[in-house]
């Protein structure tokens, strides 16, 4: 090679001759958006599943099949957050530092299996008071047993997920629950189409529990972790008041996305409820981006609390970089998304569609404070704001539904954005910006912060090691 074919080397400051490669290479060696990206990616795979199961189901099932089916998964999500009694948010916290992960894990596990069954089984036991229009659950015993074995894999599914987070093992998530789970869910309402709105509810659940099983066995084999039953009494007393604040801080989260549809079913009808779960969804997808960001923020603002503040700009700004142009496509493509669906969808949820996902903006910010509310330990003004969020979203429901369906989107974006004020001016205020006061609060002893230190040095070592490992 002579002197004039050599390669000039790139001036300083001089742009790089392949942008998009330096980016890619920037999001491999930041974790925050490394992982965003892994959760988005099994969010995506998720909800396009969902967008073709929605699809095929309402094309094989009577729409008041679909409503009240729509209804028990709506139901069944509620049970399942409920089973966790804040154990997710807890492992996240506190499994990256944890001196005993196999131990932590395993009585997690238990506790979430044995009261996802005992919460389903007295949930199926009081439908014809609490949604009479659920009475198929109860059926048989053998409905009440199915029922709440398959309840009891969706909560753990959840858990496994928090597991995955938490040791930044979001890669192998996204094959169990983006690909595996997405292609049973798939492979099964056309199987179970003779059994109504049951069958729709098994199709659904069985994918779940397959994604469940999948997870242990990853937790067991890819992150070394001996998932077993077992109870650690010493943990769950160790844990319990920063588990029970973020269990009422996300039960009352969840509150409005489970129950506003169940209100629905009940004051519009069936077709309704339909016209509505499709509707959320879609918009959902939107959403998808920015709980996605909030989790990644969560875990790596809990691994390095010193970086808290440049982590949570990168946060706010990818939120809006994805959120804001995925609501404008959503908007524009409405109606023809609707039709997919059928004819009817499209005439009547048109309107709904296009503000739920407006209301993704406002979705987004309450995600990104109530996530940093969470990382600094401010749990009382998190269960504060979550407590408007449910007396803002069921009180604009209940008074504008009448008027018809588009006042369930005007109320779920109302309490977002009313709960997200909340939750940015407990953030603001010096009042309220220290941590909740009790076991997790006190200041750390300098040999604590070493031993932190350490633990965040060895954990990024097994980052490594199980990045290296996963498929």
């Not at 199961?53 to 957050?81: N, Q």
């Not at 299996?113 to 005992?118: E, M, P, R």
């Not at 943990?235 to 506003?260: C, D, E, H, K």
């Amino acid at each position: 090679m002579t002197e004039s074919d050599a390669v000039p080397a790139r001036r300083p400051g001089a742009a790089p001759r392949f942008p998009l490669a330096g980016r890619i290479a920037a999001v491999r060696r930041d974790p925050l958006l490394l992982n965003s990206l892994f959760l988005m990616l099994t969010t995506v795979l998720g909800a396009a599943a969902g967008f073709v199961f929605w699809v095929i189901v309402a094309r094989l099932y009577p729409v008041e099949d679909v409503g009240r089916a729509s209804s028990l998964l709506s139901s069944v999500s509620l049970l399942s957050y409920f089973s966790l009694f804040g154990l997710s948010s807890t492992l996240v916290r506190h499994l990256p530092s944890s001196t005993r992960p196999a131990e932590d894990t395993s009585t997690a596990v238990t506790t979430v299996s044995v009261a996802a069954v005992l919460v389903s089984t007295v949930f199926a036991l009081l439908i014809p008071t609490l949604a009479p229009e659920l009475g198929f659950v109860r059926a048989s015993p053998l409905h009440v047993a199915v029922f709440a074995l398959l309840a009891a894999g969706a909560a753990l599914n959840l858990l496994t997920d928090s597991i995955f987070i938490a040791f930044r093992a979001t890669r192998v998530n996204l094959v169990i629950n983006g690909v595996l789970m997405s292609a049973v869910k798939l492979a099964l309402p056309v199987a179970v189409v003779t059994a109504g709105s049951f069958g729709i509810f098994m199709a659904s659940g069985i994918a779940s529990v397959v994604a469940a099983a999948a997870s242990i066995a990853a937790i067991r084999r890819r992150l070394g972790v001996r998932v077993r039953p077992h109870l650690s009494w010493h943990m769950l007393r160790a844990t319990f008041g920063y588990s029970l604040s973020s269990y009422v801080s996300s039960s009352l989260n969840l509150v409005p996305q489970i129950v506003l549809p169940i209100v629905v079913l009940q004051e519009l009808g069936p077709a309704a409820a339909a016209t509505y779960f499709i509707a959320f969804q879609i918009a959902n997808l939107v959403n998808s981006a920015s709980y996605a960001i909030g989790e990644s923020l969560f875990a790596e603002g809990s691994i390095n609390r010193a970086e808290l503040a440049p982590l949570a700009r990168r946060a706010g700004t990818a939120m809006a970089a994805v959120t804001v142009p995925a609501a404008l496509v959503v908007v524009a493509l409405a109606q023809p998304v609707l039709r997919l669906f059928g004819a009817g969808y499209a005439q009547h949820g048109t309107g709904t569609l296009v503000l739920f996902t407006l209301s993704s903006l406002a979705v987004a910010f309450n995600t990104w404070a109530s996530f940093l509310l969470k990382v600094t330990r401010q749990l009382v003004a998190m269960v504060v704001s979550n407590a408007v969020m449910v007396a803002v979203v069921l009180g604009v429901a209940l008074l504008g539904l009448h008027h018809g369906l588009r006042w369930a989107a005007i109320a779920w974006g109302a309490g977002n954005a009313v709960s997200g004020t909340v939750a940015a001016v407990a953030l603001l205020l010096p009042s309220l910006r220290a941590p909740s006061t009790g076991r997790h609060s006190r200041p750390r002893r300098p040999a604590e912060r070493n031993v932190e230190e350490r633990n965040v040095t060895e954990q990024r070592l097994a980052d490594q090691n199980v990045e290296d490992q996963s498929v």
